[in-house]
């Protein structure tokens, strides 16, 4: 069986902080996403396969206290998720406006079929014609928003859902900067000192 294909997205910061929104009151882990950051990512998931695994890699310049690192990939899962289950709310709800609007529109339709009808019967000329084509025009025209969703509208939304859930299911990496092996620590106080200026 083939394994399936990995792609990592890279995204650099100053400082974790960047990536969560500083607006947001909620506890760290708990905030919603940087609007700036969402975006990039979801950019680089749309033009990447569905049917793979995602990485985000997050390079950061300063370090990070290790209990805010421990709960990042919860936290952009978690909030990827509720994007998630808000598009799969939009798609039930297009869905249900569709089928309403497809009730309303061929029922508006057969009533101006109806009507164009009875007036090529009841009378002759341009003028009943010209009211029966309009009829026929108007019942048509009516049935637009129904086809234009079930043709155009669903499938955008339904591809929206899945890239989220893809984006539910990442794996976040933090890369943290190393310290300078090549710089020297600084020398340690002498003894006395010390002493002296804690005397």
């Known amino acids: 069986m083939e394994k399936a294909q990995k792609t990592t997205i890279m ?10 929104n500083s607006m ?3 506890p760290f882990v708990e905030r919603d996403l940087d609007a700036d950051a969402e975006e990039y990512i979801v950019s680089w998931a749309r ?3 569905t049917d793979g695994d995602l990485e985000l890699v997050i390079q950061l310049s300063l370090p990070a ?7 990042v990939e919860d936290a952009v899962r978690r909030y990827f998720a509720s994007r998630a289950a808000i598009k799969r709310l939009e798609f039930g709800q297009l869905m249900r406006r569709g089928r309403l609007s497809l009730a309303v529109g061929l029922v508006f339709l057969a009533a101006c079929l109806f009507l164009g009808q009875l007036v090529s019967r009841t009378g002759a000329g341009s003028a009943a014609y010209i009211i029966k084509e309009g009829l026929t025009i108007a019942g048509w025209v009516a049935m637009w928003r129904p086809l234009e969703i079930y043709l155009y509208d669903w499938w955008p939304l339904l591809e929206e859902r899945r890239r989220l859930d893809l984006l539910a299911r990442i794996k976040v990496r ?5 310290p300078d092996a090549s ?3 600084p020398a340690a106080e002498p003894a006395e000192e010390i002493h002296k200026l804690a005397a």
């Not at 206290?65 to 709960?71: H, K, Q, V």
């Not at 933090?174 to 190393?178: A, G």
């Open 183 to 185: 710089r020297p620590a």
């Open 47 to 49: 033009e990447l396969p």
């Open 65 to 71: 206290p290790a209990n805010r690192i421990a709960g």
């Open 24 to 26: 947001d009151p909620s």
């Open 11 to 20: 995204l650099r910061l100053r400082e974790l902080a960047q990536l969560f």
């Open 174 to 178: 933090i890369v943290i900067p190393q």
